[in-house]
């Protein structure tokens, strides 16, 4: 792995195999977990932070792997993505995703990690697969810095419960345009600014 210098907000970009990052990630939870155990004096705020903890502790998950020619001679780039982040980029900023002047973007999600390809068709303008990757890379780490997370869980597991948090969910969306709302059978997630996010969950949970 290679580890970029520290920024001043507070990031370090990180380069190497997706398998080594895999490890290096795991050990940071780990350790972060460690570290709030032991934490006694910020137990109460403690809820809160293990629910977006998926958010801030993968704020260095782009990594660029580098560039390979596929079987037809194109430039192909990969760019590694938390996966709350790709959804909330694949949504406000769908662009991004659609390709144009001969390149072709593709994902695959697995868990809390998404892997985006980029690449050329034959012919395409030179460098327009770097351009596309550094502007993922670019909105990636800008989104990682303001994006939370809360998670709204069906105590009842019913289809009217999911129904009645959904509504709700609905209903304030125009109040809120920069919250992404993910519903699944057990919970939705709501991924967006922390302020918004704070004051939606108080909403749909009154």
């Not at 970009?13 to 032991?38: H, Y």
């Not at 144009?100 to 809390?112: A, E, M, N, Y």
């Not at 351009?131 to 597991?157: A, C, G, P, T």
């Not at 125009?174 to 996010?197: C, K, N, R, W």
């Amino acid at each position: 792995l290679s580890f970029g210098p520290l920024q001043s907000n507070g990031q370090i970009i990180v380069q190497g195999s997706f398998p080594a990052f895999q490890v290096l990630t795991d050990f940071l939870l780990q350790k972060a977990e460690s570290l709030s155990e032991k934490d006694n004096t910020e137990e109460s705020k403690s809820h809160q932070r293990l629910r977006r903890r998926r958010l801030q502790d993968h704020r260095s998950t782009t990594e660029t792997r580098n560039p390979v020619c596929d079987a037809h001679g194109g430039e192909k780039q990969v760019v590694v993505l938390d996966t709350d982040v790709y959804h909330y980029m694949k949504h406000f900023l769908p662009h991004l995703f659609q390709g144009k002047d001969g390149v072709v973007i593709s994902d695959v999600t697995d868990g809390d990690i998404t892997t985006v390809s980029v690449g050329n068709v034959a012919g395409a303008r030179a460098g327009l697969v770097s351009s596309v990757r550094k502007e993922l890379e670019d909105w990636s780490l800008k989104l990682h810095s303001s994006l939370r997370k809360e998670r709204m869980s069906f105590k009842e597991h019913s289809g009217d419960e999911k129904h009645r948090y959904q509504q709700a969910c609905e209903s304030l969306k125009a109040q809120y345009p920069q919250v992404l709302v993910i519903p699944y059978d057990t919970h939705i997630e709501v991924i967006g600014p922390s302020s918004d996010i704070f004051k939606l969950s108080k909403e749909v949970s009154r």
